[in-house]
């Protein structure tokens, strides 16, 4: 199995201080604004984080709003109906998604006096939370330098590192180490956002804009488009 110190020896050559401060600084200019992004209150933070899983965030703006204003906290949320939930969620399409935040919301009341907890262990044992909504909601709710692994982070990663992306690299030793040493621990919510909206919008799935990209002097992938690129092999 590979292990941390493989990830921080796959990087060695890489200024790490300087990939931090260059994916902080393409960010300070060209961050994505998400009314999520304007708070740390946990329960805003989680609603957030359960609304988006493998939702695009456009798609959860309006819902986000709507959510919030019926249910401004953990409470009112826990004595809310399922039809009236349902409704509500129904119109973004994410309507099965109500029976989730309902269960949470009761639990996290039951269990927890409406407190959202912060512990990785406590929040994974919640309805529906995974590894990943946990470490979001610590990270940005309550600071804590977790790191966020999901479809676009690996894919990121794996082009840096020129690694193998696989269906299990979300749940990859390596991956996560890699994002562990990469993590600005001094800023990890900035640094955080930062992936997030890098991968989204710059490090694409299809047609990655290497040109408009930060991490261009750390990139394998991207060393390797430029050599086939002046050898007419790029495609
Ligand atoms: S240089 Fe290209 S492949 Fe590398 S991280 Fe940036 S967009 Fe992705």
Not at 36 to 59: F, G, M, N
Not at 193 to 199: H, P, T, V
Not at 204 to 218: F, I, Q
Request: proline share 5%; glycine share 4%.
């Amino acid at each position: 199995m590979t292990s941390p110190i493989d990830a921080q020896s796959l990087l060695s050559n890489h200024d790490l201080a300087d990939m931090r401060e260059d994916i902080l600084h393409w960010w300070s200019t060209e961050k994505r604004e998400f009314p999520w992004r304007e708070t740390s209150d946990p329960y805003k933070v989680l609603i957030a984080e359960v609304l988006l899983h493998r939702t695009r965030a456009e798609q959860v703006i309006p819902l986000y709003d709507m959510v919030l204003s019926r249910f401004p906290d953990v409470f009112a949320l826990s004595r809310s109906t399922p039809d009236e939930l349902s409704q509500m969620l129904w119109t973004g399409g994410l309507h099965w998604r109500w029976k989730l935040l309902h269960a949470m919301s009761k639990e996290i009341v039951t269990r927890f006096g409406g407190e959202i907890p912060s512990s990785f262990t406590e929040l994974t044992s919640l309805p529906g939370i995974g590894q990943y909504i946990a470490s979001a909601v610590r990270c940005f709710a309550f600071g804590y330098p977790d790191v966020l692994l999901d479809t676009n982070s690996v894919r990121l990663v794996g082009r840096v590192c020129k690694l193998a992306v696989t269906d299990s690299s979300r749940r990859s030793l390596l991956y996560r180490s890699i994002l562990q040493v990469w993590l600005d621990r001094q800023h990890p919510q900035e640094f955080n956002f930062a992936l997030i909206d890098l991968s989204a919008t710059i490090c694409t799935p299809k047609a990655p804009r290497h040109e408009e990209c930060c991490l261009r002097a750390y990139c394998g992938w991207f060393r390797c488009w430029a050599v086939s690129r002046e050898t007419g092999n790029s495609s």
